[in-house]
């Protein structure tokens, strides 16, 4: 099983620069679980992402292909073999 994880920009310092990363030859899993084999290559960005409680935080909404995880089951959302996993952190300014 594969999956891509699509790193914004403004995350990008936090994985070496990276655009995307591939987790190769993972068994079928869940949105946490996804999210932890990437916090153990990047653990700074994993803190960019969640809490010290292991949510979400507020400000960052997580895709698995075109649906936004808080509309399915949250970090329990099932991603199967070749989903995509876009991370966008909300934007504000003034």
Known sequence: MSVTVYIPGVLRNEC??????????????????????LAVRYPRLDR????????????VNVF???????TLSGLATEVA??????????VAGG
């Not at 960019?48 to 400000?59: A, V």
């Not at 698995?64 to 808080?70: F, K, Y």
């Not at 073999?81 to 909300?90: E, K, M, T, W």
């Open 16 to 37: 070496d620069g990276a655009s995307s990363v591939v987790l190769a030859e993972i068994a079928p899993t869940s949105l946490a679980q996804i999210l932890d084999q």
């Open 48 to 59: 960019r992402i969640r809490d010290e409680h292991g949510g979400l935080r507020r400000y």
């Open 64 to 70: 698995v292909d075109a649906d936004e995880c808080r």
């Open 81 to 90: 073999d070749g989903a995509q996993v876009r991370i966008l952190p909300s």
